[in-house]
C-alpha cells in the first residue's frame, strides 16, 4: 500500500493505492464522512486471495474533495460536483477503461458517472448506494430552504478549526454511536479524517460536509440516470442495509442483462465486515 497524489486544475486529490502502476486500474470510492481508508479491508482479503500472486490491477481509493487528505473547496458541496471531480480526475491522469467501484455516496456517484461518461468505464461495482437521494418536486422549495439555513453554521469562522482535545478512542466510540462500524473500522476511517499535532487532534475532513443539501435529483431524473448504465454492473447489498436499496432494485431495468445482483449478510459497510465475500463477486472482475 502507497499513497496515491494527483493535482488537478490546482486541487490536491489524495487517496491510497495497490498494485502495479502498469496493471488496469480498479477506481474505488468511498462514502459520505469515510475516505479512502475504508477500502483497506477488501484490498487485504484480494491479497490473501491471490496469496503469492501480484495484484493483476491497481485498486486505487482516491479521497472525494472534503474528504481524508484531499483539497476542501472554497464554498460548499453539491453532489452533482463530485461527478465533475472524478471526470476531472480521469482527464488528468489520461484514464480509460476502468471498472469503477463505489460504497454508499461513492456508488451514488460511480453510478451517475458511468451513465454520463460510459465510455471510461468497463465494468461497474455499486455496494449499497445507487442513483441518488430523490426529493419530490413540490419539496424542492423546502429543500432550499433548509439547505440555505444550515449552511450558517459551517461559513469559516474562527472556530472551524477549533482543536479537539479528545482522545482517538473516544473519537472512534463517537463514529461507531451513529453509524454501524466496528471500533476497529471507525478506527481505520477515523484515523485518516484526523492529524495530530502537538498531541491535540483536528478534523483534516471539512466540516461543511454536514450542511444539507441545496437541492436534490427527482425519482425520473435518478430513473433517466440508472436506466443508462450500459456497462456489466455488479450491485451489492447488505442484509442489513438500506431497506430502500432492495425496494429500488424491484424495477423492471435491474432485470436487464448487464446487471448482477448479490447481497451479502452484514450492515451497510459490508465491504469492511466481510471484505473476503466482497473479494469473490469481485474474481470475475479480475480473472
Same mark, same amino acid.
Given at each position: 500500500?502507497k499513497?496515491? %497524489?494527483?493535482?488537478?486544475? /490546482?486541487?490536491?486529490?489524495? *487517496? ?8 488496469? &486500474?480498479?477506481?474505488?470510492?468511498? *462514502? +459520505? ?6 477500502? &483497506? ?10 496469496? #503469492? ?14 474528504? /481524508? ?5 472554497? $464554498? ?6 463530485? @461527478? ?10 489520461? +484514464? ?24 471510461? @468505464?468497463?465494468? =461497474?461495482?455499486? &455496494?449499497? $448506494?445507487l442513483?441518488? @437521494? ?12 433548509? $439547505? &440555505? ?28 454511536? @451513529? %453509524? ?10 477515523? #484515523? ?6 502537538? $498531541? ?6 471539512d ?21 443508462n ?19 429500488v ?17 452484514? *450492515?451497510?459497510? !459490508?465491504?469492511?465486515? !466481510? ?5 469473490? !463477486? =469481485? ?5
Open positions: 500500500m499513497e496515491f %497524489s494527483a493535482n488537478v486544475n /490546482g486541487h490536491h486529490f489524495a *487517496g491510497l493505492q495497490w498494485g502495479d502502476d502498469s496493471k488496469p &486500474i480498479l477506481l474505488a470510492l468511498h *462514502g +459520505w464522512l469515510d475516505n479512502a481508508a475504508s477500502f &483497506i479491508p477488501l484490498a487485504d482479503a484480494l491479497a490473501a486471495k491471490l496469496a #503469492n500472486e501480484p495484484f493483476p490491477y491497481q485498486l486505487i481509493a482516491i479521497d472525494l474533495p472534503g474528504h /481524508g487528505k484531499s483539497f476542501h473547496k472554497s $464554498g460548499h458541496y453539491h453532489f452533482v460536483d463530485w @461527478i465533475d471531480d472524478v471526470y476531472q480526475l480521469f482527464i488528468d491522469q489520461k +484514464w480509460q477503461s476502468v471498472t469503477l467501484l463505489g460504497h454508499s455516496m461513492g456508488a451514488m456517484i460511480s453510478s451517475i458517472f458511468a451513465a454520463t461518461f460510459p465510455e471510461f @468505464i468497463d465494468e =461497474l461495482v455499486l &455496494i449499497e $448506494g442513483g441518488a @437521494i430523490s426529493a419530490k418536486p413540490e419539496h424542492t422549495l423546502d429543500q432550499l430552504k433548509r $439547505g &440555505i439555513i444550515s449552511r450558517v453554521d459551517y461559513y469559516p469562522a474562527d472556530d472551524i478549526q477549533r482543536p479537539k482535545q479528545l482522545s482517538l478512542e473516544r473519537i472512534v466510540k463517537a463514529r461507531c454511536r @451513529i %453509524s454501524d462500524l466496528s471500533a476497529e473500522h471507525s478506527e481505520l476511517i477515523c #484515523n485518516r479524517n484526523l492529524t495530530l499535532q502537538s $498531541g491535540i487532534y483536528y478534523w483534516s475532513s466540516p461543511k460536509l454536514k450542511s444539507i443539501s441545496l437541492l436534490r435529483f427527482t425519482d425520473k431524473q435518478i430513473l433517466n440516470f440508472l436506466s448504465i450500459s456497462m456489466p454492473c455488479k450491485i451489492i447489498k447488505a442484509t442489513g442495509g438500506f431497506p430502500l436499496i432492495s425496494e432494485l424491484q424495477l423492471d431495468l435491474f432485470q436487464q442483462d448487464n446487471f448482477e445482483i448479490h447481497e451479502l449478510a452484514g *450492515g451497510h459497510h !459490508v465491504h469492511m465486515e !466481510v471484505p473476503q465475500l466482497l473479494a469473490d !463477486v =469481485l474474481q470475475n472482475n479480475v480473472t
